[in-house]
C-alpha cells in the first residue's frame, strides 16, 4: 500500500469516491480508515505508525468543519500528507478549509480544494509525487493529460456544431 486515507467520519465517503477511482486507475494500492482528530486522537496516531510500517508513502486526510485531520497526521509523520477540506457544515466547507490550510511554519499540509474535486486532485497529486519514482506512474499520468487535452478538443467541436 503506498497511499492511506483517513476520512474524519463515514459521512466524507461521497467526496472521497472520485478519489479512489483515480488512484483504482493508475493501479495505486491504498487503504482507507475512519479516524477523528477529536473523537479518536489516540487512534489516529496509532494508525499512522501502523501504516507508515506497512509502507505508506502518502497520507490524504479529509474533514470537515474543525477539519485538524491532515495537521494531526502531519504531526506525527514527515512523509507527504494532502489535506481535503469537506463542505460539511452551515460554512460551506470555509472553515475546514481555513482548518486545513493554515498550517504553522515546519508542518506542512498540501491543502485541496473544497469537496470531490479536491478529493479527486488528492489522489491526483499523490500520483505525481509517487511517479517521481515511478516510471510507469510518469508514463501514466502523461497519457492521463494526453486523454484529457483530447476530450475538451471534443467538447469545444461539439459545443461548435451545436450552435
Same mark, same amino acid.
Given at each position: 500500500?503506498?497511499?492511506? %486515507?483517513?476520512?474524519?467520519?463515514?459521512?466524507?465517503?461521497?467526496?472521497?469516491?472520485?478519489?479512489?477511482?483515480?488512484?483504482?486507475?493508475?493501479?495505486?494500492?491504498?487503504?482507507? +480508515?475512519?479516524?477523528?482528530?477529536?473523537?479518536?486522537?489516540?487512534?489516529?496516531?496509532?494508525?499512522?505508525?501502523?501504516?507508515?510500517?506497512?509502507?505508506?508513502?502518502?497520507?490524504?486526510?479529509?474533514?470537515?468543519?474543525?477539519?485538524?485531520?491532515? &495537521?494531526?497526521?502531519?504531526?506525527?509523520?514527515?512523509?507527504?500528507?494532502?489535506?481535503?477540506?469537506?463542505?460539511?457544515?452551515? *460554512?460551506?466547507?470555509?472553515?475546514?478549509?481555513?482548518?486545513?490550510?493554515?498550517?504553522?511554519?515546519?508542518?506542512?499540509?498540501?491543502?485541496? &480544494? %473544497? &469537496?470531490?474535486?479536491?478529493?479527486?486532485?488528492?489522489?491526483? *497529486?499523490?500520483?505525481?509525487?509517487?511517479?517521481?519514482?515511478?516510471?510507469?506512474?510518469?508514463?501514466?499520468?502523461?497519457?492521463?493529460? +494526453?486523454?484529457?487535452? +483530447?476530450?475538451?478538443? *471534443?467538447?469545444? +467541436?461539439?459545443?461548435?456544431?451545436?450552435?
Amino acid at each position: 500500500m503506498k497511499v492511506c %486515507i483517513f476520512l474524519g467520519s463515514e459521512s466524507d465517503y461521497p467526496v472521497v469516491e472520485g478519489a479512489l477511482e483515480v488512484l483504482k486507475e493508475f493501479d495505486v494500492e491504498y487503504v482507507m +480508515e475512519v479516524t477523528s482528530a477529536h473523537r479518536t486522537p489516540a487512534r489516529t496516531q496509532r494508525l499512522i505508525k501502523e501504516f507508515e510500517q506497512q509502507g505508506a508513502q502518502i497520507f490524504i486526510a479529509l474533514a470537515g468543519k474543525a477539519a485538524h485531520l491532515a &495537521g494531526v497526521v502531519a504531526a506525527h509523520t514527515t512523509r507527504p500528507v494532502i489535506g481535503v477540506p469537506v463542505g460539511s457544515s452551515a *460554512l460551506s466547507g470555509m472553515d475546514a478549509l481555513f482548518s486545513t490550510v493554515q498550517m504553522p511554519k515546519g508542518v506542512p499540509v498540501a491543502c485541496m &480544494g %473544497i &469537496g470531490k474535486s479536491g478529493a479527486a486532485n488528492a489522489a491526483l *497529486l499523490a500520483v505525481q509525487i509517487l511517479s517521481l519514482q515511478d516510471a510507469s506512474l510518469q508514463k501514466k499520468m502523461r497519457t492521463a493529460r +494526453e486523454k484529457m487535452a +483530447e476530450q475538451v478538443e *471534443l467538447s469545444s +467541436e461539439r459545443l461548435k456544431k451545436s450552435l
